[in-house]
């Protein structure tokens, strides 16, 4: 039936059965950051523009071209969350949850909002789970957030990913770079547009997508080779902490964040079934985000997964999925009595812990048998007036077909005993 309404363009939406890898995508991502100590942080979804503007960048596309901005009845404006790492800043500072033991570590998941042009994993409401870790700058932090992200690929299934690493390096190996870098532009033969862009953020130009500005940017000075002593270390050691882990990486040294606020280790995660939104995943350090928003000046490392393009990466890969959506048993029950008695015996079996579907209505023994063949059920039995009198059932197994006889009183641990 075509329905009056649609949803808005380009957003992603989750309902049976997709809906249950979705959900089995979160709460696996979930298990290595609970494992290394991270708690959940729930977030609005719109906030103070300026939060944005001032903590992602105004040279970034997601601030300049992707914002869902508008006055709210008190005429402020508000912009729907593009990313997570400002409002986490944001609530940090407010409620000094920096004042305490650091590093404060967080995750949250839920829906994001940026007007792209929407295409095949690329939309313009997304879904992230995402870390973050505050106020320690110590490079096996840095390597324990790729990690726990790393893990819950792994755990979900993933297989053909890999992960791109680079270091952005400190205030001063980015002002050195920089100062390079922006000779090097000066000299290029660039529209207004492209000068003005770079002009904001001259990094921005190794992220052009155009063939011409790539060709131009090819030969183009790398932070990578402007990082000092501290920052090559650092950036040693977390690449050492890896190896110490089993976790494969590649340097590229010309990756480009969309986002402004990076310094330090930061990386990608790519799949190779993806196309052209192959991005899986990224994240990286933000030394001076929070003093940025006003608070102390402490560092931070996270990231935020892709959970839409996870899913499409699994199905690439042809990854079932390894909790299919699980029935113990079907009830039907035929006549008044039988309902009544019916319905009870379904709570309870609830109560205790079996998932247990029943059928409605006076749809008689035929439908009723094919709802139960559909549901999935591993079990049903049929309750009627006899059933009641005898005070037992047959418990039908129905891959097989074959039943057993169980009384009413033993139906849960017959239950319980079968699934073991
Ligand atoms: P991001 O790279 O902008 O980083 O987004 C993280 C991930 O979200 C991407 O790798 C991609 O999988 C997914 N994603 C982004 N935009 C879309 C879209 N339009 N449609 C579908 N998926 C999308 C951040 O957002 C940072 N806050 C991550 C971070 C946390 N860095 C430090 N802490």
Redesign the pocket.
Known sequence: MTSKFQAPKGV?EYFPPRSNQFDFVLRTLVGPALAAGYELIELPIFEDTELFTRGVGESTD?VSKEMYTFEDRGGRSITLR????AGVMRAVIEHNLDRGQLPVKLFYRGP?F?A?RPQA????Q???F???AIGVNDPQLDAEVIAIAYEGYKKVGLKNFSLHLTSLGDNESRAAHRMTLVDYIDKLDLDDETRNRASKNPLRLFDDKRPDIQAKMAKAPVLLDFLNDESRDDFSEVQESLRSINIPFEINPRMV???DY?TGTTF??VHSGLGA?S??????R?DGLMATLGGQDLS???????I???LLAMESEKIALPIESYTDLFVISLGEAARKRGFIIVQELRNQGFVVKQSYGDRGLKGAMKAADKSGARYSIVIGDAEISTGSVELKEMATGEAVSVTLSALASTLAEKSR
């Open positions: 992603s997601v593009p990313e997570g790492t994001f940026r792209e994993g690329r939309y313009r997304f879904y992230q995402g870390i973050e964040r969309g986002l990076y990608e995660f939104q991005g899986i995943g990224g994240g990286g933000y931070g490392i996270g990231f935020g997964l892709g839409d393009r996870i």
